[in-house]
């Protein structure tokens, strides 16, 4: 069981937790510090002074004073003024992180809402009531404003939400579950839409499915180079140990356990071969550094998890820090980062797979032997070569990027919730790219005698119980999809 707001979760707990929202509780001490810090909110309006955001307008605004009975109005104006998101709706996978992240960072104590909201955020996630967020609106900077604003609106009893994978109207939810809309007391509103959830709910996901990615890419590199029968050497600790960078390391010690006990890499062990190409004599320095890459996310992305990304902060009933920790800068970097090394994983395998098409070393050439009136594997790469460009285009960093906004008050942002989308695209498209190479490299392993190593021969035979031997022309569009299929349900095998 985690505690939330007081425990250091990592990414697999939140995956975790949403899957099971009760294997996450508010627990007493966290609730005291939320009553704390809504105390101390409560505490500086009535010495009189005036706070941003507590009982001042927003932005440009921050100079405009409000009066007391005037404070509830403020924050409902900010939120329904903030639903401004556009674009089709993220997956309901990701509103159910953003909920969750949103209730770990308001339970530190720093933000100033109510115990009451964040029971309510808490009784959204176990009753399935998941906001419907679109995809597009957010700058990054002053945090995740508009997504932030439409995944609270139902506290209000406004907007939409899913009902399984229906998007219905959230009075109707909220009627059937016997719940009321929530009035907004000081600074809640504020504290509700500032913060990185949004971009942050991105990379947790992110973090998730390339972490399986760069294993998957390991084993479809020792299965082409089993087909290609190239040289292990390349993987052998001594060499990387006088360049110790931890991803190579890795990688390294992975090929090398990948491909132990195969009876095809020692049939070959003295064929006169000096070198092979890049592709696959440098498989532990290019999937090393994308290792690396993703190692910087995941600091990045657990140091935001259980940070607080809203703004100001309460540190006392005497003071609020007005401050920039919704500045999503620190979180936007690293995931082009992340996108740069997806991408470059797609970039290596699909010279793998072109490798494999050019007929030597024993493979006939476009790996089937009735060429000519086949066309045998020849088309694929193309789709591998355009998901691989595609890819490319979408490398911009969008963290370079920095449109000003709020009459210029917000006059530098991040623009990491692209970067968080941009990355996902990239890892889509790189399932492909590995599936792909995965159907070359079983076919390859056709035209061996010799048995490859015992995970290889496993992979192998889970292409085969979907995809045959291609003898001749066929509709290899269906065979790429069934194995795209196994990729995205993770039915490989990758731990060594």
């Not at 979180?331 to 997806?342: G, R, S, W």
Request: aromatic content about 6%.
């Amino acid at each position: 069981m985690k505690t939330y707001g007081v425990d250091y979760l990592h990414y697999e707990d939140i995956i975790s937790i949403i899957e099971n929202p009760l294997d996450a509780e508010l627990s007493a001490q966290a609730m005291l510090q939320v009553k704390k810090s809504q105390d101390n909110v409560k505490k500086i309006i009535g010495q009189g002074k005036t706070v941003y955001g507590i009982n001042t307008g927003f932005g440009p605004l921050c100079d405009t004073k409000i009066s007391s009975d005037e404070i509830s109005q403020l924050q409902y104006n900010l939120i329904i003024s903030h639903s401004v998101g556009v674009g089709s709706p993220i997956d309901k996978k990701l509103s159910k992180i953003m909920l969750s992240a949103k209730i770990h960072a308001l339970c530190k104590g720093y933000s100033g809402v109510s115990p009451q909201v964040v029971e309510r955020l808490q009784q959204m996630l176990e009753l399935d009531i998941i906001p419907v967020v679109p995809e597009q609106g957010s700058v990054g900077a002053s945090g995740d404003l508009a997504p932030l604003a439409h995944l609270v609106l139902p506290l209000l009893g406004l907007g939409k939400v899913w009902e399984g994978k229906e998007i219905v109207d959230t009075g109707k939810v909220l009627k059937k579950h016997h719940l009321k809309a929530l009035k907004l007391g000081p600074k809640e509103g504020l504290a509700l839409i500032n913060g990185t959830q949004f971009m942050l709910a991105h990379g947790i996901v992110a973090l998730d499915k390339m972490k399986y990615l760069l294993d998957l890419a390991d084993l479809a590199a020792a299965m082409s180079l089993e087909a290609y029968q190239g040289s292990s050497s390349p993987f052998k600790k001594e060499l990387h140990e006088i360049r110790p960078f931890s991803g190579s390391l890795h990688v390294a010690n992975r090929m090398s356990r990948l491909l132990k006990g195969s009876a095809n890499m020692k049939s070959h062990e003295n064929c006169g071969r000096v070198q092979d190409p890049y592709s696959f004599r440098c498989v532990p320095q290019v999937h090393g550094a994308s290792r690396n890459a993703w190692g910087h996310l995941k600091m990045a992305i657990e140091t935001e998890l259980n940070s607080v990304t809203d703004n100001p902060i309460v540190v006392s009933d005497e003071e609020a820090i007005s401050g920039g920790n919704f500045h999503g800068q620190l979180i936007a970097l690293p995931l082009d980062y992340a996108t740069l090394a997806a991408a470059e994983l797609g970039n290596i395998s699909d010279r793998r797979s072109f490798l494999l098409l050019e007929g030597k070393y024993g493979l006939p050439r476009l790996l089937t032997e009735s060429t000519g009136l086949n066309s045998g594997f020849m088309i694929p790469q193309y789709t591998t070569a355009a998901l691989v460009t595609e890819n490319k285009t979408l490398c911009f960093p969008a963290s370079v990027d920095s449109v000003p906004t709020s009459l210029g008050q917000e006059d530098h942002v991040s623009m990491g919730s692209i970067s968080g989308r941009k990355l996902h695209k990239v890892l889509d498209n790189l399932e492909k790219i590995l599936a792909i190479e995965l159907m070359f490299a079983a076919q390859g392993l056709e035209f061996r005698s010799e048995k490859p190593a015992p995970k290889i021969e496993k992979a192998y035979q889970q292409i085969r119980s979907v995809v045959p031997k291609l003898e001749e022309d066929r509709l290899i569009g269906e065979d790429i999809l069934s194995i795209v299929e196994m990729v995205k349900r993770r039915l490989f095998d990758v731990e060594v």
